[in-house]
């Protein structure tokens, strides 16, 4: 955020004729119809501590009790990065959400492409775009399997936004850092046990058949 507040007050945008501002103030009624966040990017409360609450702060990340907004687009003065003209027509960190979005609709940072440093753009976590999945641009561990967004989608294949991807009790970051087994197949190593019963029990979760003598672990404990 510190890269965010050092650029404001440094646009000097001359400002728009009156029609303008009475076209803005139109379009500010409309737009906070709209202005609450989609569910899955509720409003963290009060990111701030200004006493406004996000879902209302017209600045979420910069303290701005009074509210200020001279070009009335509907960002305050205290986060403009772009006095006097509209921020909703500019993207300015080139994520693919323009300056509004990021900072009333999702409460991103409007001057970092990927605001929680998970390697995936904020706007490709808002969407389900090229990845398939809607995850959470402001966390870097959408489903808290300690296992980033990013690393699940593009090194993984895991789901972001479900912490067993498989289904077989053991979370995608356990199975990767703890066990070493497939976070997208309960059964790594196809002897039909599923990888949470052999790491529970006496068998291998990645070998069918660890002692080399011909019977797959389910035999094995079969017949003793």
């Given at each position: 955020?510190?890269?965010?507040?050092?650029?404001?007050?440094?646009?000097?945008?001359?400002?728009?004729?009156?029609?303008?501002?009475?076209?803005?103030?139109t379009l500010l009624i409309i737009g906070q119809l709209a202005v609450l966040a989609?569910?899955?990017?509720?409003?963290?409360?009060?990111?701030?501590?200004?006493?406004?609450?996000?879902?209302?702060?017209?600045?979420?990340?910069?303290?701005?009790?009074?509210?200020?907004?001279?070009?009335?687009?509907?960002?305050?003065d205290a986060c403009d990065l772009h006095p006097g003209d509209d921020d909703a027509?500019?993207?300015?960190?080139?994520?693919?959400?323009?300056?509004?979005?990021?900072?009333?609709?999702?409460?991103?940072?409007?001057?970092?492409?990927?605001?929680?440093?998970?390697?995936?753009?904020?706007?490709?976590?808002?969407?389900?775009?090229?990845?398939?999945?809607?995850?959470?641009?402001?966390?870097?561990?959408?489903?808290?399997?300690?296992?980033?967004?990013?690393?699940?989608v593009n090194t993984h294949g895991t789901n972001p936004t479900d912490p067993d991807?498989?289904?077989?009790?053991?979370?995608?970051?356990?199975?990767?850092?703890?066990?070493?087994?497939?976070?997208?197949?309960?059964?790594?190593?196809?002897?039909?046990?599923?990888?949470?019963?052999?790491?529970?029990?006496?068998?291998?979760?990645?070998?069918?058949?660890?002692?080399?003598?011909?019977?797959?672990?389910?035999?094995?404990?079969?017949?003793?």
């Open positions: 955020m510190s890269s965010y507040l050092s650029v404001l007050g440094t646009n000097t945008s001359p400002h728009r004729s009156r029609a303008l501002r009475l076209l803005m103030a989609p569910a899955a990017f509720a409003a963290p409360d009060d990111l701030d501590d200004d006493t406004v609450l996000d879902a209302v702060d017209n600045c979420p990340r910069v303290p701005n009790l009074g509210q200020a907004d001279a070009d009335v687009d509907g960002v305050g027509t500019f993207d300015s960190d080139g994520d693919l959400l323009n300056d509004y979005e990021e900072i009333r609709t999702y409460y991103t940072d409007p001057i970092d492409p990927d605001t929680d440093a998970d390697g995936i753009d904020d706007g490709e976590e808002v969407v389900a775009g090229l990845d398939g999945y809607v995850t959470d641009p402001n966390l870097a561990d959408t489903d808290g399997d300690t296992l980033t967004d990013g690393d699940e991807t498989d289904g077989d009790t053991l979370t995608d970051g356990d199975e990767v850092n703890t066990h070493g087994t497939n976070p997208t197949d309960p059964d790594t190593d196809g002897d039909t046990l599923t990888d949470d019963v052999e790491v529970a029990g006496p068998t291998d979760p990645l070998s069918a058949d660890p002692d080399g003598d011909g019977l797959i672990d389910p035999d094995e404990l079969a017949f003793g």
